[in-house]
């Protein structure tokens, strides 16, 4: 028996009429008269008698009625397991971002979702890797560069101001830095990325041709980190380097781009409740001041 058909063989014993019976699924009465034939002729016997008080079930219809309400019992205890996952959701979520994502932002945000939903397991992995979404490598990702997948679901979530930043312990040793000067005599912690998208180095906004590259890093924790240690001059976001410690080098210029970041999703596992659960927790951590 096809659940659609059961459904309408069920109202029908319900109601007087196929009209109450069509009113209460929500159909037409053709249709309920038409799915009523099929199921009547799949099974090879007459379900009902036309009575002019409604339809009345025959013998194979008392027998076809037992087995109808076991589907419906069936079907209606499924309903309910599943919502109740939706109320409750557990399971493994993948995530992947960079490492200062991962540190500042992911970790907090994954100890608060413990506290709300605790039978989600978040399972973190730190990699600049494009990881597959479409093969299900990784459930949610944060990315700096927006993918150009149209089959994903991608949505901006940050857009920071990035700054130059120096340790007072390194601007004790060489000086504040003089725009004009294309940083002449300084030293520089440069993303190695960067060097590869374009024809020369610009930090803030302001060329760099006359400075001398320190360290280059695939890391942008590891930037912050070079740059607090006194090895050079380096770019990050404003709120990075404010809460690493370190001072700014002209507050009032910034990189033209911004540093965004990007979540995306597969659009079948964004309907998924403990992926759907887990996005909208770390989502949130990205609303930094």
């Not at 294309?182 to 020369?200: D, I, S």
């Amino acid at each position: 028996m096809n659940w659609d058909d059961t459904r309408i063989f069920l109202a029908l014993t319900r109601t007087p009429s196929l009209r109450a019976a069509a009113r209460s699924l929500g159909v037409d009465q053709a249709t309920v008269g038409r799915r009523l034939n099929a199921l009547e002729s799949e099974l090879g016997a007459k379900l009902f008698l036309r009575a002019k008080d409604g339809y009345l079930l025959t013998a194979a219809g008392e027998t076809a009625l037992a087995a109808a309400r076991r589907m419906e019992s069936a079907a209606l205890e499924l309903r309910t397991k599943i919502e109740g996952q939706d109320e409750h959701p557990g399971g493994l979520v993948r995530v992947t971002s960079t490492d200062s994502i991962a540190i500042d932002l992911l970790l907090p945000a994954v100890e608060q979702l413990q506290q709300q939903w605790p039978n989600i397991r978040v399972d973190l992995e730190v990699s600049t890797q494009l990881l597959s979404l479409s093969r299900r490598q990784v459930d949610i990702a944060f990315r700096n560069v927006r993918p150009d997948a149209p089959d994903l679901v991608v949505r901006r979530v940050a857009a920071w101001p990035v700054g130059l930043f120096a340790s007072e312990a390194y601007l004790a040793r060489f000086g504040e830095p003089v725009p004009e000067d294309e940083l002449r005599g300084h030293h520089l912690v440069v993303y190695a990325p960067y060097l590869e998208q374009g024809p020369f180095l610009t930090m803030a906004g302001v060329p760099a041709r006359q400075a001398r590259i320190a360290m280059t890093v695939r890391s942008s924790l590891l930037v912050r980190k070079a740059v607090a240690a006194g090895i050079g001059l380096g770019e990050m976001p404003v709120w990075m380097g404010e809460r690493e410690g370190l001072v700014r080098i002209w507050p009032q210029r910034r990189r033209p781009n911004d540093y965004e970041v990007w979540q995306v999703m597969h659009p079948d596992l964004q309907r998924t409740a403990r992926v759907r659960a887990a996005a909208q927790f770390l989502s949130a951590a990205f609303e930094v001041e």
